[in-house]
């Protein structure tokens, strides 16, 4: 499978505690994106990296959340201090193409349960 | 601030009976509009992309079309497979996707 990959599918963590997503993007693409979607809700766009670098973060990103790309492959997002609030499917993409018309393609998404 | 809005939120089709799913949206430069299905517990997957007014395309039994204002994803003798939720996005500024909340699609055999 040449898909978007994310690890891991499903994370139950308590309030307070930290924890960190991971997202493999289909190879040779330079554009990695971070979404966040809520029950009945379409993806919120967190996050975007073109390779290594961070290109632009949403207002949604609080201080607590902090996303990387190394060498401009797999990324990774982490929640410090994780809040019942921030319970929800987290949604990597990644495309590749001229700005603005390229397709974005999802991976299955990692879901975050804060009890 | 850019904002789609989907209608119906969710439609009950009997198998064979063709209908349309709306997407609404107000952009500032228009770069693109996606139409993503998206099964539960599943991530996005992509179906079509429209650039400019006037524009269709069309998979299998899905047709999608653009105007100024407006784009249809139109699902023509709708199977029990393709109940889902449809989710359109615009891409404006930079390179994010703006999404609705979806149309939750239900086909019955």
């Known amino acids: 499978d040449t898909g978007v990959s994310q690890n891991p599918r499903h994370k139950i963590t308590k309030r307070g505690q930290n924890v960190t997503f991971r997202c493999d993007p289909i190879?040779?693409?330079?554009?990695l994106y971070w979404y966040r979607q809520t029950l009945g809700q379409g993806p919120e766009f967190l996050t975007y990296?073109?390779?290594?670098?961070?290109?632009?973060k949403s207002r949604l990103l609080s201080d607590r959340f902090s996303a990387e790309r190394p060498k401009g492959s797999f990324s990774t997002l982490e929640i410090q201090r994780t809040e019942q609030g921030d319970s929800a499917m987290y949604l990597c993409?990644?495309?590749?193409?001229?700005?603005?018309?390229?397709?974005?393609?999802f991976g299955p998404g990692t879901r975050l349960t804060v009890l | 601030e850019d904002q789609v809005t989907q209608s119906p939120e969710a439609l009950r089709l009997q198998e064979g009976e063709s209908s349309s799913l709306n997407c609404s949206y107000t952009?500032?430069?228009?770069?693109?509009l996606f139409w993503y299905r998206q099964d539960p517990g599943k991530g996005p997957e992509f179906l079509f992309t429209?650039?400019?007014a006037g524009e269709e395309k069309e998979k299998e039994r899905l047709k999608a079309t653009l105007t100024k204002k407006e784009s249809f994803l139109h699902i023509t003798a709708p199977k029990p497979e393709d109940s889902a939720t449809y989710l359109c996005?615009?891409?404006?500024?930079?390179?994010?996707?703006?999404f609705g909340a979806g149309t939750i699609l239900r086909v019955k055999s």
């Open positions: 993409a990644s495309s590749a193409g001229p700005p603005g018309t390229d397709t974005q393609y």
């Open positions: 190879s040779e693409h330079n554009r």
């Open positions: 990296f073109q390779n290594e670098a961070q290109l632009e």
């Open positions: 952009v500032s430069g228009l770069r693109g």
């Open positions: 429209l650039y400019s």
């Open positions: 996005a615009v891409q404006a500024r930079g390179n994010k996707l703006v």
